[in-house]
């Protein structure tokens, strides 16, 4: 994957297919600490112990279409590889929770890229799914609650595309204010 | 600095998004929904599935197009992707493979707003898996 977006992207999916109702990506950046923090954490059915031990092996996966599951296992070697740490954290029928640690001034460290599109388009193609994103810049925080979108727009769906292009660039202003600090 | 959106402009043009869709729901039966659905896991994001995505929500808001763009898992060709199934109303799906934004350009001129079939279908006989 070329940036952290596309890895969420991925990742979301996995809680997608687990059926969860909840989605909770959270973004943390410390300029301090030279740490970008990237947790993705759903209440879909998750994993028991045994299939959790497996999951970073790329010959792991709950799919029938094929016979390997790259996604875990490359999100954890682009963590890997810039110092940083990966963990996951699962119960069956509670959920599953994914933290990637990236050093961000490691020079192999992949970019954030378009986190804005890719909320908007899980939040357009998973309009039953309740997402909530958070992003974090040296504690500063910007919160997106789709329940909360939701409440406002009463009966036009989530998924109109106008709505979806607001929510598009509420993120990216919030982030560019965010991020001007 | 520049004003930043929050809740309370997606409330003021809330009304001016209803009565656009109102306009919609009269001119299209909601039997001729078209739908697109992107391929969306590790192979289909690694090779460009985000931005097909994309391009096809603005793309078929921008022609008045009342269409749903969904995402689906890897359907198992992911020798081929960006792949997506197109089910246009009271037909069988298809699936297109390389859809590359020149791809996706062709099959919206063609398939979507003419009807034709265009190069790049995968030749199965295809049901939607779930």
């Known amino acids: 994957m070329k940036n952290m977006a596309l890895h969420i992207m991925d990742i979301a999916q996995n809680s997608i297919r687990a059926k969860a109702s909840e989605v909770i990506v959270a973004i943390n950046v410390d300029e301090h600490n030279h740490t970008t923090t990237v947790e993705i954490e759903d209440n879909g059915e998750g994993?028991?112990?045994?299939?959790?031990?497996?999951?970073?092996?790329?010959?792991?996966?709950?799919?029938?279409?094929?016979?390997?599951?790259?996604g875990i296992?490359?999100?954890?070697?682009?963590?890997?590889?810039?110092?940083?740490?990966?963990?996951?954290?699962?119960?069956?029928?509670?959920?599953?929770?994914?933290?990637?640690?990236?050093?961000?001034?490691?020079?192999d460290c992949i970019p954030l890229g378009d986190i804005s599109g890719v909320i908007m388009l899980l939040i357009g193609a998973n309009p039953q799914i309740n997402f909530n994103y958070k992003f974090e810049k040296n504690d500063v925080?910007?919160?997106?609650?789709?329940?909360?979108?939701?409440?406002?727009?009463?009966?036009?769906?989530?998924?109109?595309p106008e709505v979806l292009h607001f929510i598009k660039e509420m993120i990216q202003e919030n982030m560019e204010k965010i991020n001007s600090y | 600095m520049s004003k930043v959106k929050s809740l309370a402009d997606l409330r003021k043009?809330?009304?001016?998004?209803?009565?656009?869709?109102?306009?919609?729901?009269?001119?299209?039966?909601?039997?001729t929904v078209i739908q697109v659905k992107v391929?969306?896991?590790?192979?289909?994001?690694?090779?460009?599935?985000?931005?097909?995505?994309?391009?096809?929500?603005?793309?078929?808001?921008?022609?008045?197009?009342?269409?749903v763009v969904?995402?689906?898992?890897?359907?198992?060709?992911?020798?081929?992707?960006?792949t997506i199934e197109l089910s246009m109303p009271g037909e069988l799906p298809v699936v297109?493979?390389?859809?590359?934004?020149?791809?996706?350009?062709?099959i919206m001129e063609k398939h979507i707003v003419r009807g034709e079939l265009t190069d790049g279908i995968i030749p199965v006989n295809y049901l939607t898996v779930d």
């Open chain 2, 13 to 31: 043009i809330k009304e001016n998004i209803k009565s656009k869709m109102d306009l919609r729901e009269k001119s299209d039966n909601i039997e």
């Open chain 2, 39 to 67: 391929a969306m896991a590790t192979c289909g994001i690694a090779s460009g599935a985000k931005e097909v995505m994309e391009y096809f929500i603005t793309e078929l808001h921008k022609r008045r197009i009342n269409a």
């Open chain 1, 47 to 70: 994993m028991d112990a045994i299939f959790l031990k497996k999951v970073i092996d790329p010959y792991t996966t709950s799919r029938t279409t094929r016979k390997v599951g790259l």
């Open chain 2, 70 to 82: 969904t995402q689906t898992g890897c359907m198992g060709y992911c020798y081929a992707e960006p």
């Open chain 1, 141 to 160: 925080a910007f919160n997106l609650d789709t329940r909360e979108i939701k409440e406002t727009i009463e009966d036009i769906p989530i998924n109109n």
């Open chain 2, 96 to 106: 297109y493979g390389d859809v590359t934004f020149k791809k996706a350009d062709e």
């Open chain 1, 73 to 107: 296992p490359l999100l954890k070697m682009n963590s890997d590889i810039t110092g940083g740490s990966f963990t996951i954290e699962s119960q069956p029928n509670k959920g599953t929770k994914v933290q990637a640690i990236f050093y961000n001034n490691h020079l």
